[in-house]
């Protein structure tokens, strides 16, 4: 028998012709895809953060190059300013985006830091292009919440009844400590002539920096209540005299607002901005923040999202669907959401804004034995109730199912396959930013899966 044939293997060997990277990527790769975007957008806001008035200083790194690795990482996700540093040599869609640069980690960091607030009108320039692309409708649109974890460990929270409890104990151990260093300064003093009297010992030290820690978050906890109650009494006042226009008895609250924290509110030492919230997907309690996206049913595309740190999702869906007319100039035809978005509050808006609302008020919009009452409606019924009967009947359980298959694919999308869970930033603020960039990445990974020109 003869010896079997191979092809010629040679990690050596030298390339003939300079190599071009276009030979190495497939035709309908993400990145070129990437690349036509960037290239179509108005990146003047971040180009005029560099302008200078005498151009001195060593040449920057293309902020067109820096963008387009960015969004192509964090679509095939890779949150990381290291790890992306590292792709731009061993990955080669980023090299091919990188035009064979290699900017370091730190690049990136600055680069996504300095322009954070950007990163929502991209975002809106690219919804624009989808929407001009007929990939979105704004016929349905679905709202839904979900945690993400914060840059921070829950361990580091401390309720607002503990806080009163430790500054006391730590405030006793830290007078303590003082008449004892007093002590032993006048001892030495005596032995020693010569004592500073100025250094602290460490022991000292940790605690009066724990007790001011301590302090700083207890003021930031109560600072939160008062605004709270400055605002529940402002509510009040409109409520009464809105109720005084229109006829109606003025109501009487049997307590005042309070503007005393309450016991179990926490503050986190690490991520000030970050909330202890229960997920709902694993049933535990995480440090997070919420993050609300409104999703278009036509191709799941983000059309609007919100980070907050309020583990309710009531409140926050009347500002989503306010983001959507912000960006396309209207409301979209019909709403779904479920019963966490569910308030007379809310209603009363959507009606206001001519949206057709499908919010579910309770369980018995999955039971399918459930009917909705015959009959007129009584005038006494509240929009709750309203919206209750709305979702019993045939069409009203026909829409609400497209709730399920349009608002949590994204945020299953998200998590599962581009991996991220948890934000690398802190601060609210930095946060926003950070899912900005996230939906963004999400929905050209969408866009370029479709047949589409930009």
């Known amino acids: ?39 179509n957008l108005d990146l003047s806001e971040i180009y005029n953060d560099y302008a200078s008035t005498t151009g001195a200083g060593a040449p920057a790194f293309s902020p067109q190059l820096l963008l387009n690795v960015l969004l192509y ?82 361990h580091q929270s401390m309720s607002y009844s503990y ?32 004592y500073d009297g100025y250094s602290l010992p460490e022991h000292l030290a940790h605690k009066e920096g724990r007790l001011k820690t301590i302090k700083a978050a207890k003021a930031r906890i109560e600072q939160r209540a008062k605004e709270r109650a400055e605002a529940e009494e402002q509510r009040r006042k409109d409520e009464a005299v809105t109720r005084k226009k229109a006829g109606k008895k003025v109501k009487r609250y049997r307590k005042s607002p309070d503007s005393k924290p309450k016991p179990k509110e926490q503050e986190n ?56 007319k912000s960006i396309f100039g209207k409301f979209p035809k019909q709403v779904t959401a479920d019963g966490g978005y569910k308030s007379d509050a809310n209603f009363k808006k959507l009606n206001e804004r001519n949206i057709e609302g499908f919010v579910a008020c309770g369980k018995e919009v999955y039971d399918p034995s459930k009917r909705a009452p015959k009959g007129r409606i009584p ?12 979702l019993l009947t045939k069409a009203g359980r026909k829409i609400y199912k497209k709730r399920k298959v349009t608002a949590e694919p994204p945020f299953a999308w998200i998590k599962k396959v581009l991996g991220f869970t948890q934000f690398s930033l802190r601060g609210l603020k930095k946060v926003k930013g950070e899912f900005d960039i996230v939906c963004l990445a999400l929905n050209l990974r969408r866009m370029a899966k479709m047949d589409i020109e930009i």
């Open 379 to 390: 005038s006494s019924a509240t929009l709750i109730d309203r919206m209750k009967r709305k």
């Open 269 to 324: 030492f690490t991520d000030t901005d970050s909330r202890i919230m229960r997920d709902g997907a694993t049933k535990s309690f995480v440090q997070a923040f919420n993050c609300e996206c409104a999703v278009d049913s036509l191709e799941k595309l983000i059309v609007a999202n919100e980070v907050v740190n309020s583990g309710s999702d009531s409140q926050f869906l009347i500002p989503v669907l306010d983001q959507v």
């Open 163 to 194: 806080m009163l409890k430790a500054e006391k104990k730590l405030s006793k151990e830290i007078e303590e400590l003082l008449k004892h260093a007093q002590e032993i300064d006048e001892l030495e003093d005596k032995k020693y002539g010569d």
């Open 1 to 39: 028998m003869g010896d079997r044939k191979f092809k010629e293997y040679n990690t050596h060997q030298a390339l003939l012709l300079p190599p071009s990277l276009q030979d190495w990527l497939p035709d309908d790769h993400l990145a070129y895809f990437i690349e036509e975007v960037v290239n």
């Open 73 to 154: 990482s964090y679509a095939t996700g890779t949150f990381s300013s290291r790890k992306i540093a590292k792709r731009c040599i061993e990955d080669v869609g980023c090299r091919y985006l990188a035009a064979q640069q290699t900017p370091n980690f730190r690049t990136f960091i600055k680069f996504r830091s300095r322009h954070l607030d950007k990163f929502q009108n991209i975002f809106i320039q690219v919804l624009h292009f989808a929407k001009e692309a007929g990939l979105i409708k704004l016929g349905h649109v679905s709202v839904d919440g979900s945690k993400f974890k914060a840059n921070a460990s829950k």
